[in-house]
């Protein structure tokens, strides 16, 4: 059974710093798309950065791209989201998400497996 479990979110001041990660059991992920999403209330999961397997392949969201990092560690099985410069529209919950065909999708029904999440939230 895969899973995957979020940590590292948290209350941080606008312009702080957040380091998010995602630990995957039940499968190596070397093989897979791995991804960062985000939710905020009424609104739908927007996708934020992925890295496929393939690790020259990868995607920001615009909103993000000069401020967070995506990285992977085939090694610990962890996805890692670096997240600097943060601003108030960041607060959501971040989720990790796994794609069997490593690719970096940006649509949210392209991706089978997802973590429960963790709550980011920035104060301006």
């Known amino acids: 059974q895969v899973q995957l479990a979020e940590s590292g979110g948290g209350s941080v001041q606008a312009g702080g710093s957040l380091s998010l990660s995602c630990a995957v059991s039940?499968?190596?992920?070397?093989?897979?798309?791995t991804a960062w999403f985000r939710q905020s209330p009424g609104q739908e999961r927007e996708f934020v950065a992925a890295?496929?397997?393939?690790?020259?392949?990868?995607k920001y969201a615009r909103s993000v791209e000069d401020r967070f990092i995506i990285s992977r560690d085939n090694a610990k099985n962890t996805v890692l989201l670096q997240m600097n410069n943060l601003k108030p529209e960041d607060t959501a919950v971040y989720y990790c998400?796994?794609?069997?065909?490593?690719?970096?999708?940006?649509?949210?029904?392209?991706?089978?497996?997802w973590g429960q999440g963790t709550q980011v939230t920035v104060s301006s």
């Open positions: 998400a796994l794609d069997e065909a490593g690719s970096t999708s940006r649509p949210a029904n392209r991706w089978q497996y």
């Open positions: 039940g499968t190596p992920i070397v093989t897979y798309g």
């Open positions: 890295i496929g397997y393939k690790p020259s392949t990868i």
